[in-house]
């Protein structure tokens, strides 16, 4: 008696289309040809296909690069400004606000002290880097655009460089480079640094958590820039002047009188429900206590990061010239911040949500 014949067979499976990983293509009979009716072939089969590749398909955030974008820390950042070309930019900074008059008269006998000069460079790189717009051929700002989003919204992949997504992050449009008036790329820097200091990231997670709420609701990175133009101006005005010359250091401290000032900004308005509506007086009082009382506003800070469970163990002591940590303070120690009534001064400008 002869052997049954042997089951046909069966063909090899096609291997992936290009384009996609970690999922396999489809491969039920049928499958695509129910998009068109007809065979694989077809039009609607072929944007069928496309469609599936694409599900794989995360965009960076770095034109004309695929894969993910890695995380950058605010130092990494700060030495690619350090040896960027900035020239143009410096061209455009005024150092110090301009006083005529009367106004120079007291500035010159009752201001605060002048910056030393060995601290004039790292004050004009500051000023620089507020006058270099977001620029989308350069690597670093895509990845510090990148780094805040995935911090702020703890995810692991990047995003697009334009779309809705940057409003829910607080941008008024799906372009965050058109928020960035007269704080360039600046405002991003402080932003970061707010995001990678792991002492100020839970608080900055927290004010964010607040910009999404119910009735509290703001524009979280539109403040950010508003609070980032509230230190350039008091930079500008010499008011952080005499913090610096103790420290030795220039945009470590701007980045404590930001982080300060938004700590401020964050308790007052979840402490008396302050709406957007309050946005203008508020900022107006933030305007006032970093020219006026930036020691105090740092102290408040001091206090918090020592209670901060994440501060455990960590000692804040003053660091070296181009560190960006907070200088140590003592743990509980609270202020009784100046209101915008008691203080009878010109504001410069009104200060609001831009």
């Not at 509506?277 to 900022?283: E, H, Q």
């Not at 020592?306 to 509980?332: C, F, M, T, Y």
Request: proline share 7%; net charge neutral.
């Amino acid at each position: 008696m002869s052997a049954p014949p042997a089951p046909p067979e069966e063909p090899p499976l096609s291997p992936p289309a290009p384009g996609v990983s970690g999922i396999a293509a489809p491969t039920q009979p049928g499958l695509l040809q129910a998009f068109g009716g007809g065979t694989e072939s077809s039009e609607e089969a072929r944007r069928a296909r496309e469609e599936w590749e694409a599900l794989e398909e995360i965009q960076p955030g770095l034109p004309g690069k695929s894969g993910p974008v890695p995380l950058i820390s605010f130092n990494e950042a700060l030495q690619h400004f350090q040896t960027a070309d900035l020239s143009a930019c410096r061209k455009k900074i005024q150092a110090t606000a301009r006083r005529q008059g009367l106004a120079a008269l007291l500035r010159f006998l009752f201001g605060p002290p002048r910056l030393q000069q060995q601290l004039q460079g790292e004050r004009d790189l500051a000023l620089a880097m507020a006058q270099c717009g977001l620029d989308d051929s350069e690597a670093v700002h895509m990845r510090i655009l990148q780094t805040i989003y995935k911090k702020l919204t703890c995810s692991r992949l990047g995003c697009p460089r334009y779309g809705a997504h940057w409003e829910e992050l607080g941008f008024q449009g799906a372009d965050p480079g058109t928020d960035l008036r007269g704080t360039g790329m600046l405002g991003l820097m402080q932003m970061l640094h707010f995001v990678m200091d792991a002492q100020t990231l839970p608080l900055a997670r927290q004010i964010f958590r607040l910009s999404h709420h119910e009735t509290q609701n703001f524009p979280f990175c539109i403040m950010s820039v508003n609070i980032t133009r509230i230190v350039l101006q008091a930079l500008r005005e010499e008011c952080l002047s005499r913090e610096c010359n103790r420290r030795q250091q220039v945009i470590a401290v701007l980045n404590d009188v930001y982080a300060a000032a938004f700590l401020q900004l964050y308790r007052v308005w979840k402490s008396q429900h302050k709406t957007i509506a309050d946005s203008g007086f508020l900022l107006k009082e933030l305007e006032l206590s970093a020219k006026k009382k930036p020691k105090q506003l740092l102290k408040s800070l001091e206090a918090y990061v020592s209670r901060s469970p994440v501060a455990d163990g960590i000692q804040r002591l003053s660091p070296p010239s181009g560190s960006s940590s907070i200088s140590a303070g003592r743990a509980g120690e609270e202020i009784n911040f100046t209101g915008v009534c008691d203080l009878q001064v010109e504001l410069e400008g009104e200060p609001r949500l831009v």
